[in-house]
């Protein structure tokens, strides 16, 4: 089993800051890559910022310039480091973990719970 569990959201006035952490534990051989998206309410699950194994970060438009991913492999944890905050960014985040279970096996994706993350004006 792979358990990936968020922490760090909560209300934040718009140009504000939050953290949000995230980590992955249980049967993992090695993570292939992690991310965080989000999903605001009508609206479909969208990338936020993704990051590889070899530390390639990858960000959405909407987030480029005030969000920073980053890991900590060794304790398979990610982090998202939220400044300038809008309105436009209230939405329940979700950590994704590509994990591999064996030496030689797939990445397989496991999801967290998601933490709400609300921005006012």
């Known amino acids: 089993q792979v358990q990936v569990v968020e922490a760090g959201g909560g209300s934040v006035q718009a140009g504000g800051s939050l953290e949000l952490s995230c980590a992955a534990s249980g049967a993992i051989f090695s993570t292939c890559g992690m991310g965080w998206y989000r999903q605001a309410p009508g609206k479909e699950r969208e990338l936020v910022s993704t990051i590889t194994s070899d530390g390639t970060t990858r960000y959405a438009d909407a987030v480029k310039g005030r969000f920073t991913i980053s890991q900590d492999k060794a304790k398979d944890t990610l982090y998202l480091q939220m400044n300038s905050l809008r309105t436009e960014d209230t939405a329940v985040y979700y950590c994704?973990?590509?994990?591999?279970?064996?030496?030689?096996?797939?990445?397989?994706?496991?999801w967290g719970q998601g933490t709400q993350v609300t921005v006012s004006s």
């Open positions: 994704a973990a590509d994990v591999r279970r064996l030496r030689f096996g797939a990445c397989a994706r496991y």
